[in-house]
């Protein structure tokens, strides 16, 4: 392999592994930080439809599987998003890339705070999803190239859990107070604000260390003095071969062995987490006659165990293999949800779904990790947003 290759060079070099410390983070701490914050807003908003859902039937007098459109409909934002993440950061560079996702949530979050008609609420929440996915896929591709990156993406996926966790206890505090759900958009509204205040700070002077095309860019220089019109047709000829040489590059992204499987593990893998953080609040509170307040803290709890398995269990992951580990939490999480199935005792449950955020924990950053070390860096970009929908 031809490590100056820039299409198939490592992210991180073998032999420099040994030698990195977190004073080889410092010159990156300021947009790290502002990436912690991106995660915190992508947990935050993750974590904010399941606790209100029985307030939003009762304010909308619609079921539940009118309500799981909006799961729904904001996963079609993401997904459609991310599947163009490469094309949109080709096209505007990655820190404007990075203000229209923050700036797409911020406005999809005022709206939503006026509580506006069921059908607006549905139109509204693919960007939501959208502007999440460019911040997502823009966080996953710095993080993992910078020193240290596996545990800087386990820290940043810890975040996404704390910022979860945060999202049910204050669903449960406007219960307590009896305060309309549309206070929880109100909330996500200042946040969304200050997350654009941390991107123009921490990323304004970053260097994402993106190789946009892939080395590969056949670029034309007019070294003599012809004529306007040959000067005008190189340059135009120049443009396409560069938009030829990107679409290229983008289909070989998605395609690679690596992202594909990836993308199916992701899959899976992200519809149990979300399905079990968006649903479990009604199964404990509907299901299994759960207290409202109690399940919401419950829910919060298994966001918690997700934030702390990416940490803890991340590390054990590291420590005794990968593939060993995973395997292992895999079948753990099947025992787990099985529990959930044939239990009608509001304990077990509760400890069940908490147990199973925990060990969910390791398994997102540790295939993003993987995927970065297995691709082209030219890659980065499309085939971890991609994955990442």
């Not at 095309?213 to 040959?230: I, K, L, N, P, R």
């Not at 054990?316 to 999480?333: D, Q």
Request: charged fraction near 15%; hydrophobic fraction near 50%.
């Amino acid at each position: 392999m031809d490590h100056n290759d820039p299409e198939t060079s490592p992210l991180l070099p073998p032999n420099n592994k040994q030698s990195e410390s977190l004073k080889d983070v410092k010159p990156h701490l300021k947009p790290l930080l502002a990436a912690f914050f991106i995660s915190l807003v992508a947990g935050l908003n993750d974590g904010s439809i399941g606790t209100i859902i029985p307030r939003l039937k009762q304010y909308y007098q619609i079921p539940n599987e009118t309500i799981s459109l909006l799961f729904l409909c904001s996963a079609f934002g993401f997904f459609a998003s991310a599947g163009m993440n490469g094309t949109i950061v080709h096209r505007l560079g990655q820190l404007k890339t990075l203000y229209l996702g923050s700036t797409s949530m911020l406005v999809a979050f005022f709206v939503l705070s006026w509580g506006v008609p069921f059908p607006v609420m549905i139109c509204i929440m693919p960007f939501v999803g959208g502007g999440m996915a460019l911040l997502d896929a823009a966080m996953n591709v710095y993080v993992a190239n910078i020193p240290l990156a596996t545990l800087m993406l386990n820290i940043l996926h810890a975040v996404y859990g704390v910022g979860a966790m945060i999202s049910p206890l204050v669903a449960s505090f406007l219960l307590k107070y009896n305060i309309s759900w549309k206070g929880m958009y109100v909330f996500l509204t200042a946040v969304a604000i200050l997350n654009i205040i941390f991107i123009t700070l921490g990323f304004w002077d970053a260097d994402f260390n993106e190789v946009q095309g892939g080395g590969q860019e056949e670029e034309v220089t007019v070294h003599d003095d012809a004529s306007s019109h040959s000067s005008n047709s190189n340059s135009s000829n120049s443009v396409k071969y560069h938009m030829k040489d990107h679409k290229e590059l983008t289909k070989k992204a998605i395609f690679n062995r690596v992202t594909l499987i990836g993308a199916v593990y992701i899959l899976v893998y992200v519809g149990v987490e979300v399905t079990l953080g968006g649903w479990g609040y009604s199964f404990l509170k509907e299901g299994r006659g759960g207290d409202k307040i109690a399940m919401a803290q419950v829910v919060s709890g298994y966001w918690a165990g997700l934030a702390a398995g990416r940490v803890i269990l991340g590390y054990l992951s590291g420590r005794f293999g990968e593939k060993l580990m995973i395997t292992l939490f895999t079948i753990m999480i099947i025992g787990a949800l099985f529990i959930m199935i044939i239990s009608k005792d509001i304990v077990f449950d509760s400890a069940a779904l908490i147990s199973i955020g925990l060990l969910l924990g390791p398994m997102f950053p540790t295939t993003i990790s993987l995927a970065s070390k297995a691709l082209p860096r030219s890659y980065h970009a499309t085939s971890i947003g991609f994955m990442a929908a």
